[in-house]
Structures are given as structure tokens and as C-alpha cells.
T-cell receptor, first 112, second 114 residues
Framework: KQEVTQIPAALSVPEGENLVLNCSFT??????LQWFRQDPGKGLTSLLL???SQREQTSGRLNASLDKSSGRSTLYIAASQPGDSATYLC???????????WGLGTSLAVNP | EPEVTQTPSHQVTQMGQEVILRCVPI?????FYWYRQILGQKVEFLVS????????KSEIFDDQFSVERPDGSNFTLKIRSTKLEDSAMYFC????????????FGQGTRLTVV
């Protein structure tokens, strides 16, 4: 059964730091992996999608990598800003009917 | 930019009442999903829908739940007799082709059962 784990559960950094969020999954048979952002009590905003055949994707200050064989993905945030404060979720698309299986998220606080 | 819209944003209902959560997926998308997130827990898959029928449903999606695409634009989730444990954020999502394409999510409906 596919399980997704995110480390750390929470992170607090000063503004301007570069940081790395980690996601691991137990079964390498995935179609893709998505990183999402969730603000408190709000919806899910897709940040990056990495197909199973890809190694990384970049969008602005965000870079996500995927190592399918080891079951790991990282989300790198460069030059963090207070507006980056949110919970970051990773989810893998897996299974015969291609549903997303989610981690619990990393709660990020970027302090001015 | 096209987006998935959900209504209402917040619904409070009494235990045992029926609720209908509404979603308008992105217009050219073919695959539709409902997920839920109980406070402090992981987002959980409920059901996927394609070609006017359920593709897959989780063990959570029992006989109290149903989905419908009543017209060309809306996608609804009905809970027939709500329980306290149904209180959660419900997210609708759609994707263009299902496999290997990005899922876009609505802003969610917060359901509170009292």
C-alpha cells in the first residue's frame, strides 16, 4: 500500500533562507508527483507537477526533484519570503485508477 | 485562467440531514474527483468519475455518498444522512485526461455537522 511521508512536519526560518522540504513514498510505481500549497483553512494550489519520467521541474523560486527509484522528492525554495508561509503538501498519482495519495504536509513559517 | 469552483465555501448542517456540495470543473476536463481533509489529517481520496460513471471509490465512500453530473458543467457530491465524523473540508478536482496530467483543485467546502 502506497504511503507518503513528509519531513519535517514543521519548519521556521528567517526570511531569505534557501530551504528544502522532503517527501518520500513507499512504492515507486507512480505516474507523477505534485507539490501543493495550502494556506490555513484554504484550498489546494498546485505548485509543480513532475512526471514519473522526469527528474525535476522549476517554477520561479521553486524547484522540485524526483528520484523515483529511491522513492524521494524534494521541494527547494530559494530566497524564502514571508509570503511563502503555508503548508506544503506532496501527493503521488498511483494505482489502477490514478488517484492522488497525500502526505501530511510541512508547515512552513518564514519570519521577517 | 480557468479554475475549479466550489459552492458553498462553508456549510453547517444538523446531523442526519442531507447535504449537496457543488463543483464546476474546468470546462474541457474529463476526469473529476472528490477528496476530503479532516482537520489535522491527510487529504483522502473519496471518488473519481469519468464518462458519466464512477471509476473508483474509496472505502469511505459508502452508501451515504453519491456523485452526479446533472448537466454539462456541474459535479455534485451528496451525503444523504450526515454524521458528526463527516465534518471536513471537501475538495473537488478535475484533470484533462486523468493519467499523467495535472489535477486542479477548487477552494473547498468546509462542512460542519452539528
Amino acid at each position: 500500500k502506497q504511503e507518503v511521508t513528509q519531513i519535517p512536519a514543521a519548519l521556521s526560518v528567517p526570511e531569505g533562507e534557501n530551504l528544502v522540504l522532503n517527501c518520500s513514498f513507499t512504492d515507486s510505481a507512480i505516474y507523477n508527483l505534485q507539490w501543493f500549497r495550502q494556506d490555513p483553512g484554504k484550498g489546494l494550489t498546485s505548485l509543480l507537477l513532475i512526471q514519473s519520467s522526469q527528474r525535476e521541474q522549476t517554477s520561479g523560486r521553486l524547484n522540485a526533484s524526483l528520484d523515483k527509484s529511491s522513492g524521494r522528492s524534494t521541494l527547494y525554495i530559494a530566497a524564502s519570503q514571508p509570503g511563502d508561509s503555508a503548508t506544503y503538501l506532496c501527493a503521488v498519482l498511483a494505482g489502477n485508477n490514478r488517484k492522488l495519495i497525500w502526505g501530511l504536509g510541512t508547515s512552513l513559517a518564514v519570519n521577517p | 485562467e480557468p479554475e475549479v469552483t466550489q459552492t458553498p465555501s462553508h456549510q453547517v448542517t444538523q446531523m442526519g440531514q442531507e447535504v449537496i456540495l457543488r463543483c464546476v470543473p474546468i470546462s474541457n476536463h474529463l476526469y473529476f474527483y472528490w477528496y476530503r481533509q479532516i482537520l489535522g489529517q491527510k487529504v483522502e481520496f473519496l471518488v473519481s468519475f469519468y464518462n458519466n460513471e464512477i471509476s473508483e471509490k474509496s472505502e469511505i465512500f459508502d452508501d451515504q455518498f453519491s456523485v452526479e453530473r446533472p448537466d454539462g458543467s456541474n459535479f455534485t457530491l451528496k451525503i444523504r444522512s450526515t454524521k458528526l465524523e463527516d465534518s471536513a473540508m471537501y475538495f473537488c478536482a478535475s484533470s484533462e485526461q486523468g493519467a499523467n496530467t495535472e489535477a486542479f483543485f477548487g477552494q473547498g467546502t468546509r462542512l460542519t455537522v452539528v
